[in-house]
């Protein structure tokens, strides 16, 4: 898979969002349902703050929180 970048906004010293999609943590299999999540850390600039953050990690941790609060993934209340 040839590397993409997303790139949202202005980079180097301006705020900008920028996306990595480097391809599947398990890149021989086709399903996402056992963790085989993208491969595409972000790179985020905003204000005086930046923000590096793996994807895999952060879609565990979120699926973590739909299970222990099953109405936040649902939309409900």
Same mark, same amino acid.
């Given at each position: 898979?040839?590397?993409? =970048? &997303?790139? %949202?906004?202005? @980079? =180097?010293r *301006?705020d !900008?969002?920028? %996306?990595r /999609? *480097?391809?599947?943590? $398990?890149?021989? !299999?086709n399903? $996402? !349902?056992?963790?085989?999540?993208?491969? #595409?850390? &972000?790179h +985020?600039? &905003?204000?005086?703050?930046? @923000? =590096? %953050?793996? *994807?895999? #990690? $952060?879609?565990?941790? /979120?699926?973590? /929180?739909e299970?222990?609060?099953? +109405? *936040?993934? #649902?939309?409900?209340?």
């Amino acid at each position: 898979m040839d590397r993409l =970048e &997303i790139l %949202i906004g202005r @980079a =180097e010293r *301006l705020d !900008h969002v920028l %996306i990595r /999609v *480097l391809g599947r943590t $398990f890149p021989g !299999h086709n399903d $996402f !349902h056992d963790g085989n999540q993208p491969a #595409s850390p &972000i790179h +985020a600039r &905003i204000g005086g703050f930046t @923000a =590096e %953050i793996d *994807l895999p #990690s $952060f879609l565990g941790a /979120v699926a973590a /929180v739909e299970r222990r609060f099953p +109405a *936040l993934g #649902s939309g409900g209340a």
